[in-house]
């Protein structure tokens, strides 16, 4: 692993190591979560319009879903990252589908077509909360009534004494997967001003405020919640 230095901010162009194992050593449950998203997705994937992976990295989800559903003629798939070096990486990975695209935008201003489902795997997290509104209700205005945004985010916790004892518990995670006490630090320092987490009592309150009509909290492990919203 390249060594991470404490002093430059974090950046997906620029990661560590391989992008799928650094996510994979990083994230609790992460390739879990995707299946999940996967397996939840054949509810609100039809063969029309759009579905929208926001923050899809190298297309791991989208790349996914579309190739279960590529005799879909009509429906589009769209993976949307501002990783040039990621989108670069997910269009050679999934060249061969057809109904799938990738294009390296910033989600918050992208034109977005009319949509069935939009997946946010830990992405708005990395954006202030004014973006993650504007985004939010880009989405909203295009979702198709029932459609749904499959949503998750690493959270600040609702207190003092889960934050503690949670935050505990990740690190363990991570010196479990062989990062060292350094290499944890520098990326703690790597992310200040860079992650901007919510707790989740504001994230299901800006989901509210955006209009959506029912707030599943399906997943959760420590900070890390994965929410289904539907119009
Ligand atoms: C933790 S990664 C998660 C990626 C992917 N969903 C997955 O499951 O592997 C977050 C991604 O969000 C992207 N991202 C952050 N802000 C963004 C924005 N405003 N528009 C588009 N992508 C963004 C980053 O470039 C990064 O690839």
Redesign the pocket.
């Given at each position: 692993m390249k060594k991470l230095s404490k002093n430059i901010k974090w950046s997906?162009d620029n990661m560590p190591e391989p992008y799928d194992k650094h996510?994979s050593r990083s994230i609790p449950l992460y390739k879990e979560s995707?299946k999940l998203i996967e397996n939840l997705s054949s509810y609100y994937v039809k063969n029309s319009d759009y579905h929208y992976?926001?923050?899809?990295?190298n297309g791991?989800?989208i790349g996914s879903i579309a190739e279960k559903f590529n005799n879909f003629d009509k429906a589009k798939f769209v993976g949307?990252?501002?990783?040039k070096h990621?989108i670069k990486e997910a269009k050679k990975r999934y060249k061969s589908i057809k109904n799938l695209n990738f294009v390296e935008?910033?989600?918050?201003k992208h034109n977005f077509k009319i949509i069935n489902l939009a997946i946010i795997?830990?992405?708005l997290q990395?954006?202030p909360y004014n973006?993650k509104r504007v985004?939010l209700k880009l989405i909203y205005k295009k979702l198709l009534r029932k459609g749904a945004a499959i949503i998750f985010e690493k959270t600040l916790l609702e207190d003092s004494y889960s934050q503690e004892i949670f935050s505990g518990v990740y690190s363990d995670f991570k010196f479990e997967n062989g990062y060292s006490a350094d290499e944890v630090v520098n990326k703690s320092i790597s992310l200040r001003s860079v992650m901007q987490s919510s707790s989740s009592k504001d994230n299901i309150a800006l989901f509210k405020e955006i209009g959506f009509n029912k707030i599943y909290t399906f997943f959760k492990w420590g900070p890390f919640e994965g929410y289904l919203c539907i119009k």
């Open positions: 997906f996510l995707q992976e926001i923050g899809c990295a791991g989800i949307i990252d501002l990783s990621l935008h910033n989600a918050s795997h830990y992405c990395f954006m973006e985004l």
